[in-house]
């Protein structure tokens, strides 16, 4: 159920959605990084490993 | 037992790694009840109408805004000091988080700015005071991107973050001095009279720890995203010169 | 010490013309600003002691990379790095020649822009002080700038954006004291102010400016 917002409906809905949608993009280009960073290390850690003692 | 054993990036991502899943659950939890509470279960101002839902973004988000550069700040004396490289990452991890937090509390301030002072923008102390952090993360990010060795990156932008602080306090007290308010006092405090009224009250302090948790979370998850890529520099530069 | 501030003086004056550019360009901005607004001498003569402000910050800025960079390229830095002068020092000399060489010739110059922006005569006594005191912390904020950007390959626009936001307390007390000389008001306050943060920046950025600056030959 949807709260009575009156005349300032479109504001109040603007405001979250623009929040949420902020910080849904920052997660996602965090995770998507994240996720990119750390598969790259243990790709080159598998590779370093068979020449090397680290 | 000290906390510099978690200077150590193996350690730091073990205790990392336990932390997280709290720190992510508490914050989503922590955000959706702040935010759900404030958006259905709060009455309207009756001079400000619906648009006080808005305070439970808006505040939580400049709070962040603010403590994250505090956070830089000390990130960086501890890398300039004890050049704990964890310190460091975790600086340049916080920066994009603490801009688009910035730019939540700008933007939502001017989206209530304009029904209520008949404007999207004024050149309040407040105000403007924020419009000058978002400059200087701008500039410690393009500062962190434009070096090319990382660990003069980290040097000089712990130098910038330093003096950056102290002309950003400036900048606030001459801010203040140039201009009359608009913008209303701090919404908490701890003289009960200034305080908002208890309805509005606990569902955004629970926003507010919502935010900060997630700002854990997110600053843990990247700063661990800032050690794989320089344990992968590390790594492949060890390897070039073999072949 | 004053072997190097002459050095860097005579190169400000011989090589193309650093001096002369600074200069130029405050003219060229404060002519242009009627054109944008509008030549009505009272809109002019309100908004005459900021823009007279914001050019001479501007005239200042565009100078900095030239600051260290080309010390940078020759090696001269690293000369100065390891010389028996402390590296603070040679850095506040170095804000001491841009001074002189940019600074100086703008606060002669205000007054006679001042003339052409309608400006009221009651302020230019206020606007030479006020730039007076104002641009030495322009060049030393300038400096620190450079230094820390002196190693990043087309670091112009990237100083730029780092200098700036620093230069927002000065700019606002500066503009201050001259708006409020120009309107025959008070204008101890933002004066005095403006004058502990030049004197601050001067005794305290040449640190700053020397650490950032042996991070990046290091």
């Known amino acids: 159920m949807m709260p009575e917002l009156g005349k300032y409906a479109f504001e109040v809905l603007s405001a979250y959605g623009l929040s949420l949608l902020l910080i849904v993009a920052l997660l996602a280009v965090t995770l998507r990084r994240g996720r990119r960073a750390r598969a790259a290390l243990r790709q080159i850690e598998a590779e370093a490993r068979p020449d090397g003692k680290s | 037992m000290s906390i510099w054993e978690y200077a150590n990036p193996v ?18 939890i922590g955000i959706l009840v702040g935010l759900l509470w404030g958006f259905f279960g709060t009455p309207d101002d009756f001079r400000q109408g619906s648009t006080v839902k808005i305070i439970y973004l808006h505040v939580p988000a400049a709070w962040i805004a603010i403590n994250a550069w505090i956070m830089m700040l000390l990130a960086s004396l501890v890398w300039l000091v004890r050049r704990h490289h964890v310190s460091a990452l975790a600086a340049k991890a916080a920066a994009p988080v603490g801009l688009v ?51 003069t990156a980290a040097d000089l932008t712990s130098v910038l973050c330093l003096v950056g602080s102290v002309f950003a306090l400036l900048s606030r007290y001459a801010v203040l001095f140039w201009s009359q308010g608009l913008h209303q006092g701090a919404s908490l405090s701890l003289d009960k009279e200034e305080n908002i009224s208890n309805v509005f009250w606990l569902p955004l302090i629970i926003s507010i720890a919502g935010f900060t948790l997630l700002f854990l979370a997110l600053v843990l998850y990247r700063t661990g995203t800032e050690i794989s890529l320089r344990r992968a520099r590390a790594i492949s530069a060890r390897l070039e010169p073999r072949g | ?50 823009v007279l402000w914001m050019g001479a910050l501007l005239a200042c800025l565009l100078s900095l990379d030239r600051l260290l960079a080309l010390d940078f390229e020759d090696g001269t830095l690293d000369v100065l790095a390891t010389a028996p002068l402390p590296l603070e020092a040679a850095l506040a000399v170095k804000g001491l020649a841009h001074w002189i060489t940019t600074g100086l010739p703008l606060v002669i110059a205000a007054p006679f822009l001042a003339v052409l922006l309608n400006m009221p005569p009651q302020g230019f006594a206020w606007l030479v002080i006020s730039l007076a005191l104002g641009t030495p912390a322009l060049s030393m904020i300038g400096t620190f700038g450079a230094a820390l950007t002196v190693g990043i390959k087309r670091g112009g626009l990237l100083l730029s954006l780092l200098v700036l936001p620093l230069y927002v307390p000065t700019l606002i007390f500066g503009a201050e004291a001259a708006r409020r000389g120009a309107a025959g008001m008070a204008v101890e306050t933002p004066l005095f102010v403006l004058a502990g943060m030049s004197l601050a920046c001067i005794a305290l950025l040449p640190f700053a400016a020397a650490a950032a600056l042996r991070m990046t030959l290091r």
């Open chain 2, 101 to 151: 937090m910035t730019v939540i509390g700008l933007l939502t301030g001017a989206i209530w700015g304009q029904p209520m002072w008949g404007t999207w923008w004024a050149w309040d102390p407040r105000l403007t005071s924020f419009l000058i952090l978002f400059l200087f993360y701008l500039g410690y990010i393009a500062l962190w991107e434009a070096v090319e060795d990382p660990d």
């Open chain 3, 1 to 50: 010490m004053i072997a190097l501030l002459i050095r860097d003086l005579r190169l400000a004056l011989r090589a193309g013309g650093g001096f002369g550019l600074g200069l130029a360009f405050f003219l060229i901005i404060t002519l242009l600003v009627p054109f944008s607004v509008g030549p009505q001498s009272q809109l002019l003569s309100t908004i005459a002691p900021g």
């Open chain 2, 11 to 28: 350690r730091f991502l073990a205790l990392s790694a336990k932390v997280q899943p709290f720190a992510w659950a508490a914050a989503a």
